[in-house]
């Protein structure tokens, strides 16, 4: 015979999140010309498998002189495709003004989805990295979004120093 | 033999993230001077999700992105989001919501860029719907602007190799959050 306790429901819903790994980095850096370049990367851990679990990518990277208006920005989980026009360059943008001077800002924007609509093996479980970047498709190494990263009072005596923060939220299906 | 207790959920919310909707768009799409109801849908248009409990007891917040390219001389042309056409405030709002105030649909969306043809503009979506009246069931989510005159904050959405050699096939993405209250 079972019985049930008391004021138990029998099914509660639970929260889709599973953690969140954040990440900062406050150092000011120059940014150099590459065909396959890097701003920032970092190490978490994925509790649960590409068929339980999807991750969002979120987070904003200061800039500051302009280079290249496009130049095949990314954002990406190791396992990614690499191949052009592939998902690791959706979800991900940068804009700013037009000029070279110290003042002249650009924010660099990620909202990724990685979801069962990209590669599998971007959502493996276990020991996983992230990394923003760039990777132009006509493969010229000339290439950067900005010319500096983090800006800080070296670029406008006015300023404080700036950061970049990367989230990665783990979400159950 | 089982016994429940009268009056007693089967099914309750332990809080935290209820459910989330999510939204990708990989094509690139020209994006037509408009005004009104036409611009209001422009950058995502009519999409559905649905929300699994009442008004009292969650609430939606969209978050995403889209890269535009190119930005014409048109600064700040009322750019909103909103669920269920509610509250556009120039034309009045519809029927079924009577109980939101003109003008809601505006804000929760923002985007930069230079007045030049090639290059980038970003939109930043961070919308939290928590004052308006949304119960279960499916519901729509656009996002555009609402002007009186025609006008447009970029020429491209999700741009490609098409617009530069250099860019790849770019995306749209947003996730609709329904949150416990």
Redesign the interface.
Known sequence: ????L??V?????????VKVTRFRNDTRAGVSMSADGTLMTGNFTKQYDANTSWI?M?GMIPGGKNY???????AMLDGADTN????R??????????GGAVWDRY?L?????V?N?DAAQELNAGSRSFRVGW????G?SG?RPFEVVNVNSTDDGRNQQYGSIMSIYE?LY | ?????FN?????????????T?Y?D?TRKAIAASSGATGRSALVNNFTFTKLRNNADSYILV?????GMGMPNYPHIGMCCTIDQIGYGQTGQPAEAPNHPQGPAGGGIYY???Y?V?????F?IHKSFKEFILNSGSHRLDIGWNANSDVRPCEYIN???T?????????????VYEIAR
């Not at chain 2, 309750?12 to 209820?18: F, K, L, R, W, Y």
């Not at chain 2, 617009?163 to 749209?172: E, G």
């Open positions: 015979m079972a019985r049930k008391l004021y429901p029998e099914q509660t819903v639970p929260d889709k999140l969002l979120e290249s208006d496009q130049c095949g920005i990314l052009n026009d592939t998902p360059h959706h979800g991900v943008y940068y804009s700013g003004s037009n924010i924007y990620v909202h990724r989805i979801d609509t990777y132009p498709k006509n010229d290439q979400y | 033999m089982a016994r429940q207790l007693f959920p089967t099914e309750s919310i332990t809080g935290g993230i209820i459910n989330i999510k990708k990989s978050t995403g992105i889209i890269g930069c860029g230079n030049v090639n290059e980038g503009t970003t930043i741009p490609n190799s617009d530069n050699n250099r860019h790849q096939q770019c995306a749209t993405h947003i996730l």
